[in-house]
Nanobody, 128 residues
Framework: QVQLVESGGGLVQAGGSLRLSCAAS????????????WAWYRQAPGRERELVAA????????YYPDSVKGRFTISRDTPKNTVFLLMNSLKPEDTAIYYC?????????????????WGQGTQVTVSS
């Protein structure tokens, strides 16, 4: 089983930046990391979890919804089984708990099917 550990969150002023990390560990983490697509989600209080970035091995592309496009960048370090989310020009509405997951990205549908177990997430708080 693959365990996911998110880190890098914190308190930042509006306009600031953070870089989140998602480390995958466990017996199958290497194969899982290189076989599947990866994504970052966020969940704000009282709201549903939403997809904010995805990176696809299959299509060799990245996806971002309009709400973060141009500000967030997803990347990966394959030897370290780690996925990153660089967040620039942060806004108060970016405040949420951020989670990563692995699975399948559906090109043309802008959807991601998460297959892994959710980690604890990392809290991002943006002050105005």
């Amino acid at each position: 089983q693959v365990q996911l550990v998110e880190s890098g969150g914190g308190l930042v002023q509006a306009g600031g930046s953070l870089r989140l990390s998602c480390a995958a560990s466990g017996a199958a983490s290497g194969d899982t990391f290189q076989t599947y697509d990866w994504a970052w989600y966020r969940q704000a209080p009282g709201r549903e979890r939403e997809l904010v970035a995805a990176i696809s091995w299959t299509y060799n592309i990245t996806y971002y919804p309009d709400s973060v496009k141009g500000r967030f960048t997803i990347s990966r370090d394959t030897p370290k089984n780690t996925v990153f989310l660089l967040m620039n020009s942060l806004k108060p509405e970016d405040t949420a708990i951020y989670y990563c997951n692995w699975g399948n990205y559906y090109l043309g549908y802008d959807k991601f099917e998460g297959l892994g177990s959710w980690g604890q997430g990392t809290q991002v708080t943006v002050s105005s």
